[in-house]
């Protein structure tokens, strides 16, 4: 019988720091990019809820004949809507922006019936970017 001797292989150090560095640059240079489009994601996502609630709010003012005071009209039956037929949105509550905050409802709303504004990732008024608010009269 024929035995050979094996030596075991492995990387060396520098292997590893070269692939190591390798991979950092690529983190640096992609993990920007990715954020970006995360970013230009949530504000798509608002855009689209947006859209839906002001599809909702359209349907309720069909029936009952006027706007809703408050979203929470939507999913819940208020007091003086005697013809409300809801509820007019597929979940059982008021879901928040993609940043987990609060949509702005005003009714009457100063630019169009009503006014439903998301504040961005800051949860501010104004801003640039990701910051910016995403509204319904746009």
């Not at 970013?39 to 709010?57: L, R």
Request: glycine letters at 10%; a negative charge.
């Amino acid at each position: 019988m024929n035995i050979k001797n094996k030596t075991k292989q492995g990387f060396s150090l520098i292997e590893l720091l070269v692939v190591l560095v390798i991979l950092g640059l690529l983190g640096g240079v992609v993990g920007p990019k990715v954020m970006k489009y995360l970013g230009s994601s949530k504000s798509s996502a608002a855009k689209i809820q947006i859209e839906e609630f002001s599809a909702a709010m359209d349907l309720y003012q069909l029936e009952v004949g006027r706007y809703p005071n408050t979203l929470d009209a939507l999913v819940n039956k208020p007091g003086d809507a005697d013809r409300w037929n809801g509820p007019y949105l597929k979940k059982k509550k008021i879901p928040k922006d993609p940043w987990n905050n609060d949509y702005v409802y005003t009714f009457p709303g100063e630019n169009l019936a009503f006014d439903l504004v998301s504040l961005g990732s800051d949860g501010v008024e104004g801003g640039e970017g990701e910051n910016k608010d995403i509204v319904n009269w746009d």
